[in-house]
């Protein structure tokens, strides 16, 4: 099940308020019958009156009130799983998650400027299949090859820099790790986009992009970081406790390598274009794509996602029907009943 519009969520928040009104109502009508004369008095004066009555006035309102606030979110519900045909490629996101991308040459920081760059490129795509692949010191697999674009953003903004416990940039175990979630008997054309400062701490990503050229992948390398570079704050609960130092304890200036980007994506007949401007990376990404073959290939997904919002609706015009009908005094044989003993 899915919310289709969760901002009406906030409304919610309406039912407390009306319980209190209701309760201030309830001790404003008291004070005033006290101040005109005798509780007990008064009770006898009006024998019809309910105090069962405004009380399921009041639930029946709330519950009315719910149903409409419900109707508004519109939940759906996926009735079944299908097999589609599509037709697209396979794309691996690399994502760079070392300390150096935590510099801030690049506002807000690298690594959330490589976020947005990935999510603008996934709301261009259309029927590819796409997977994610952190790296640091080494490459984790975080997201399997899917076509759930809204699963893959969930897991692209949960991404940080301790995703990875061992340090460094290792762009040769992120080709690697990528190579392995393109299927070799696939047809399908296979697209690495890689996301990084540039700065290897390992050798032999050269020999590993030519390894994916022969396995036929082409790699597109995006550059985030300036070659003037940046510092790398560490930072506690937001606020700069300090900045990350070598072991000459200097203060550590992480520059862009885009020389070797453009090698890796060289090796691979791919391209290199600089992150740092998002617009200009959705177009370049846009623009490859489409120089690169299509292939037909079967997806499970859930189909048929219907609005629920009618049944809420009605229920709830249902209730504020109900409530034109339901007046404040004892119903007859409810009052022969006695279930709340509101006979004496």
Same mark, same amino acid.
């Given at each position: 099940?899915?919310?289709?519009?969760?901002?009406?969520?906030?409304?919610?928040? $309406?039912?407390?308020?009306?319980?209190?009104?209701?309760?201030?109502? =309830?001790?404003?009508?008291?004070?005033?019958?006290?101040?005109? +004369?005798?509780?007990?008095?008064?009770?006898?004066?009006?024998?019809?009156?309910?105090?069962?009555?405004?009380?399921?006035?009041?639930?029946?309102?709330? @519950?009315?009130?719910?149903?409409?606030?419900?109707?508004?979110?519109?939940?759906?519900? +996926?009735?079944?799983?299908?097999?589609?045909?599509?037709?697209?490629?396979?794309?691996?996101?690399? =994502?760079?998650?070392?300390?150096?991308?935590?510099?801030?040459?690049?506002?807000?920081?690298?690594?959330?400027?490589?976020?947005?760059?990935?999510?603008? $490129?996934?709301?261009?795509?259309?029927?590819?299949?796409?997977?994610?692949?952190?790296?640091?010191?080494?490459?984790?697999?975080?997201?399997?090859?899917?076509?759930?674009?809204?699963?893959?953003?969930?897991?692209?903004?949960?991404?940080?820099?301790?995703?990875?416990?061992?340090?460094?940039?290792?762009?040769?175990?992120?080709?690697?790790?990528?190579?392995?979630?393109?299927?070799?008997?696939?047809?399908?054309?296979?697209?690495?986009? @890689?996301?990084?400062?540039?700065?290897?701490?390992?050798?032999?990503?050269?020999?590993?992009?030519?390894?994916?050229?022969?396995?036929? =992948?082409?790699?597109?390398?995006?550059?985030?970081?300036?070659?003037?570079?940046?510092? $790398?704050?560490?930072?506690?609960?937001?606020?700069?406790?300090?900045?990350?130092?070598?072991?000459?304890?200097?203060?550590?200036?992480?520059?862009?390598?885009?020389?070797?980007?453009?090698? $890796?994506?060289?090796?691979?007949? +791919?391209?290199?274009?600089?992150?740092?401007?998002?617009?200009?990376?959705?177009?370049?990404?846009?623009?490859?794509?489409?120089?690169?073959?299509?292939?037909?290939?079967?997806?499970?997904? =859930?189909?048929?996602?219907?609005?629920?919002?009618?049944?809420?609706?009605?229920?709830?015009?249902?209730?504020?029907?109900?409530?034109?009908?339901?007046?404040?005094?004892?119903?007859?044989?409810?009052?022969?009943?006695?279930?709340?003993?509101?006979?004496?």
């Amino acid at each position: 099940m899915e919310l289709d519009e969760k901002k009406y969520l906030y409304l919610l928040f $309406i039912l407390p308020i009306v319980v209190l009104l209701f309760l201030l109502t =309830m001790y404003w009508k008291r004070k005033k019958q006290q101040e005109f +004369g005798d509780l007990e008095i008064i009770k006898r004066l009006s024998p019809e009156r309910s105090v069962f009555k405004p009380v399921f006035k009041l639930v029946v309102i709330l @519950l009315a009130l719910l149903g409409l606030i419900i109707g508004l979110v519109n939940p759906k519900i +996926g009735t079944k799983l299908e097999t589609v045909k599509r037709e697209g490629i396979d794309i691996v996101f690399a =994502m760079d998650v070392s300390k150096s991308m935590l510099a801030e040459d690049v506002a807000p920081n690298r690594l959330e400027k490589s976020k947005q760059v990935v999510s603008q $490129i996934i709301n261009q795509l259309g029927n590819d299949r796409i997977g994610i692949v952190a790296y640091a010191g080494s490459a984790f697999p975080v997201l399997p090859i899917t076509t759930d674009y809204s699963v893959a953003k969930m897991f692209l903004q949960s991404m940080n820099t301790d995703i990875v416990s061992s340090q460094g940039t290792s762009l040769d175990e992120a080709i690697k790790l990528s190579g392995t979630y393109f299927d070799d008997k696939s047809k399908t054309s296979k697209l690495l986009i @890689l996301i990084s400062d540039g700065e290897d701490h390992s050798e032999g990503a050269q020999d590993a992009a030519e390894e994916a050229n022969k396995l036929g =992948m082409r790699i597109i390398t995006v550059g985030i970081g300036t070659e003037k570079g940046g510092t $790398i704050p560490l930072k506690r609960n937001g606020v700069i406790q300090s900045y990350k130092r070598d072991q000459n304890d200097q203060v550590v200036i992480t520059k862009l390598n885009q020389p070797s980007l453009e090698a $890796i994506a060289k090796a691979t007949k +791919g391209g290199y274009v600089s992150g740092n401007n998002t617009k200009e990376v959705v177009e370049y990404i846009k623009k490859t794509l489409d120089t690169i073959q299509k292939t037909e290939f079967e997806s499970t997904q =859930m189909a048929d996602f219907q609005s629920q919002f009618q049944w809420f609706l009605g229920f709830a015009f249902v209730l504020l029907f109900l409530d034109l009908f339901l007046l404040e005094k004892k119903t007859n044989w409810v009052k022969k009943l006695n279930l709340f003993n509101e006979e004496k």
